[in-house]
């Protein structure tokens, strides 16, 4: 089945690490990713990770997937205001398709 | 290089009429799919181009239906609206090698259906 799912809202204070997590359903997903969607705008991918890694860095960006849970998350280390955000998670279903969660909006707070 | 690019920015219908959104893919890319995104929800498969045929679709009615044309650029219809059919309409562009490659997105057209 397809269901991805996510906690919906994160406050998080500016400078902190923020934590977003994530759970998807199929196990034969061969990429997971997460894009940041501003308000007004369409979706930009932050990253994403192969299904065979159990994690991945970039720059302030920390993907860590635990495949045996089907659990995702994505750590955004030292979290500016320009952070605030909605957070999507989504997992590749065959060679075509993307199917989302519903997404987490992150609220950076001085 | 321009990146995905969609027109119209936004769009107001009313219940019954037809609606075309049109889409520009990155340069280089030659695969189209198309997404719904309900407000506070996240983005919905709609259908996939590739070749100018369709490749795959959602879950979604024969109301919504595509075309893609040589140059790759792509096209959404969507006729008979509902007002819950007001969404933001976003394409994304790829090269085709499957998931392979990322999927980039254009800024969406936001419909909305009176």
């Known amino acids: 089945g397809e269901d991805v799912e996510q906690s919906l809202f994160l406050s998080v204070r500016e400078g902190d690490s923020s934590v977003i997590n994530c759970t998807y359903t199929d196990s034969s997903s061969t990429y997971l990713y997460w894009y940041k969607q501003e308000p007004g705008a369409g979706l930009q991918l932050l990253t994403y990770i192969f299904s065979n890694m159990d994690m991945k860095q970039d720059q302030r960006l920390t993907v860590l997937l635990n495949k045996k849970d089907k659990h995702l998350s994505l750590r955004i280390a030292d979290t500016q205001t320009g952070d605030s955000a909605i957070y999507f998670c989504?997992?590749?279903?065959?060679?075509?398709?993307?199917?989302f969660g519903a997404g987490t909006t992150v609220t950076v707070r001085a | 290089d321009a990146g995905v690019t969609q027109s119209p920015t936004h769009l107001i219908k009313t219940r019954g009429q037809q609606v075309t959104l049109r889409c520009s893919p990155k340069s280089g890319h030659d695969t189209v799919s198309w997404y719904q995104q309900a407000l506070g929800q996240g983005p919905q498969f709609i259908f996939q181009?590739?070749?100018?045929?369709?490749?795959q679709r959602g879950n979604f009615p024969d109301r919504f239906s595509g075309h893609q044309f040589p140059n790759y650029s792509s096209e959404l219809n969507v006729n008979a609206l509902l007002l819950g059919d007001s969404a933001l309409y976003l394409c994304?562009?790829?090269?085709?090698?499957?998931?392979?490659?990322?999927?980039?997105f254009g800024p969406g057209t936001r419909l909305l259906v009176l």
């Open positions: 989504a997992e590749s279903i065959g060679d075509y398709k993307l199917s």
């Open positions: 181009y590739y070749e100018e045929e369709e490749r």
């Open positions: 994304a562009s790829s090269p085709d090698r499957g998931l392979q490659e990322t999927q980039y």
